[in-house]
Each structure stands twice: as C-alpha cells, then as structure tokens.
Nanobody
Framework: QVQLVESGGGLVQAGGSLRLSCAAS????????MGWFRQAPGKEREFVAAISWSGGSIVYADSVKGRFTISRDNAKNTVHLQMNSLRPEDTADYYCAAAALRAVVPRQAYEYDYWGQGTQVTVSS
C-alpha cells in the first residue's frame, strides 16, 4: 500500500515558478515509478511527467518539456515537480501517482495504482 500527499500548489503569475512535492508512505516507494498528472476544469486528466525508481529514466509531456523537471529522493520518499516559465494553460489540479516497477515508464493514467488527492495550481496572465 502506498499513500501519497501532494503539496506546493498555489497562485502564480505567468512566467513564474512553483515546486510541487509528493510525500509517499509505504515500504515499496523505492521500487515504484512515480508520475505527475494534471486535470484542468472540464478536461481529461493528462500526463505531465514520470520518473523510474532509480531516476535513470524520465519522460515528459511535450507541453512541459524544457520547463518542468521531475526528481525523486528515495531516502525521503518524496518526488518533486519543479515548474518554471509557467503559463495560464498550466492551470490545473496536479496529482502525484505511483505505478508498479516496469521496464518502460508509463504515461497512461490507468497504469498507475495509487493516487494523491491533488494540489491546485493557478497561473494568472
């Protein structure tokens, strides 16, 4: 069992930065792929970024590549999403998710077994 709690959301102006954190509990954190998804009002949940258990494999959605950075600290059971050059279209609820260890870092929400409750990010223009 893995429990996930996100933090770090808030209101920021376009061009600004935020750092989201996800604190995980459970013995299997180190063996899990960790991902971030987001869901804007009236839209489907979409993939943002994911990182393998070792940090050696990282994938990003094209819309955030070059602006967002995902990282993890297995000693502290945390995963972070550094978001720079934020745009109004980044406004959404951001969710941390955990998937079972696998060879390819997944991008689909259905491949993730555990989810946090989300943290809201609002980017004003």
């Amino acid at each position: 069992q893995v429990q996930l709690v996100e933090s770090g959301g808030g209101l920021v102006q376009a061009g600004g930065s935020l750092r989201l954190s996800c604190a995980a509990s459970g013995r299997t954190f180190n063996s899990r792929v960790m991902g971030w998804f987001r869901q804007a009002p009236g839209k489907e949940r979409e993939f943002v970024a994911a990182i393998s258990w070792s940090g050696g494999s990282i994938v990003y959605a094209d819309s955030v590549k070059g602006r967002f950075t995902i990282s993890r600290d297995n000693a502290k059971n945390t995963v972070h999403l550094q978001m720079n050059s934020l745009r109004p279209e980044d406004t959404a609820d951001y969710y941390c998710a955990a998937a079972a260890l696998r060879a390819v870092v997944p991008r689909q929400a259905y491949e993730y077994d555990y989810w946090g409750q989300g943290t809201q990010v609002t980017v004003s223009s």
